[in-house]
């Protein structure tokens, strides 16, 4: 068995929504001689182009699913097992990026071989849930299961359905088929974990509401309503619920207005944001860089509020940071 310094180096990149994760992505990509493999649940599928900040820079995982399909971290641990090894076969440097943290969690920490899903119970559960609400679902998820509910918005559906399925099933909670995770496909490589973020807050959520704007000025809402037009897709399935569609679409559903739509649209990006830095607070061996409102990196370190202090430089320049991190 290799040592841990003659595995082939793995690059995570992670960090919340509007970070500025690809442009970090792309630099480190030219700079070790990489390919990038997308670690984000939206940009999976065709179509949710503009709503999703889908690059135009070359990422494995891409464009690989249609709207109508699911998409599990099971599927991603699996498609990105075989992405990375094929880009090390190649001689080059596989880097993950991206901020869906429970694609991230499942392939470096493994994942459990769950039970199949079953549609008889998920018909059941949406319609306790169409009758009193998620969040009562949830609660009765708590019961169960108070390890995953406290993991879990109230309002997550696809998480509630999914945990309370698992348990209906087989009678195991959630959160002990986790304990039995697989081994992870990271195990055969070095991995470096980056966290980039914006050092204030309030520029994070100027960023979204300014990308929001960004988005719609492109065609975002005709993107949406191209989607709606095609008759196949509906509110409950996991690419309509990505954050910004599931707004929109109320919107053309005759429920909110367009104005409406836009301020949740906003305001639940934001949600998602404080959701993936809840995760990264928690992430273990993770160096970040934060930046300042002119993107610039300002600090480094292994904590979310910096360790040595940096002259304000492109995020090209950082990268003499990132390579000296032991790899």
Known sequence: MAGESEKPLLLCLMGPTAAGKTELAIALAHALDGELVSVDSALVYRGLDIGSAKPDYPHHLMDIRDPSESYSAADFVADAGRAVADIVGRGRTPILVGGTMLYFRAFLQGLAAMPAADPAIRAELAEAAGR???PVVHSRLAEVDPVAAAAIHPHHSQRISRAMEVFLISGVPLSAWHQRA???PAAD???????????????LHRRIA?????????GFLEEVMALHRRGDLHPGLPAMRAVGYRQLWRHLDGECSLEQAIEEGVAATRQLAKRQLTWLRKWPDLYWLLTDSAGNVCAAGESEHGGQEMDEVPLSAALKYVQGIPM
Request: proline share 3%; hydrophobic share 45%; aromatic share 10%.
């Open 132 to 134: 009193d609400g998620w």
């Open 182 to 184: 697989a081994a992870s």
């Open 189 to 203: 490589y070095r991995v470096v974990q980056l966290a980039i973020c914006p050092q204030q807050r309030g520029e």
């Open 210 to 218: 300014l990308r929001f704007q960004s988005m719609l000025a492109q």
